[in-house]
Nanobody
Framework: QVQLVESGGGLVQAGGSLRLSCAAS????????MGWYRQASGKERELVARINRGGSTNYADSVKGRFTISRDNAKNTVYLQMNSLKPEDTAVYYC?????????WGKGTLVTVSS
């Protein structure tokens, strides 16, 4: 069974940085498009960043220039480096694996940015 486990969330002051990690199991990492999504209280889940097998990326406009997604295929892990954090970045961040036929989701890690 495929499992995605996020880590690295926490409390940080505005302007600070966090690095999120997502470890994937189930032999799907090598074929999956990996992404990070977030969901703030009372809002819909939204795409933050995505990276394909070859390293091509795309980002939400709200995080461009501040966040960087990367992947280590040997470690079956995807990362989200979050710099210059703002209070509006506060949300539960979810790891996603897209293998076209279906999507897998982690349980999320909470990021709280204080002002």
């Amino acid at each position: 069974q495929v499992q995605l486990v996020e880590s690295g969330g926490g409390l940080v002051q505005a302007g600070g940085s966090l690095r999120l990690s997502c470890a994937a199991s189930g032999s799907i990492f090598s074929i999956a498009i990996m992404g990070w999504y977030r969901q703030a209280s009372g809002k819909e889940r939204e795409l933050v960043a995505r990276i394909n097998r070859g390293g091509s990326t795309n980002y939400a406009d709200s995080v461009k220039g501040r966040f960087t997604i990367s992947r280590d295929n040997a470690k079956n892990t995807v990362y989200l480096q979050m710099n210059s954090l703002k209070p509006e970045d506060t949300a539960v961040y979810y790891c996603n694996a897209d293998i076209v036929v279906r999507d897998y989701w982690g349980k999320g890690t909470l990021v709280t940015v204080s002002s």
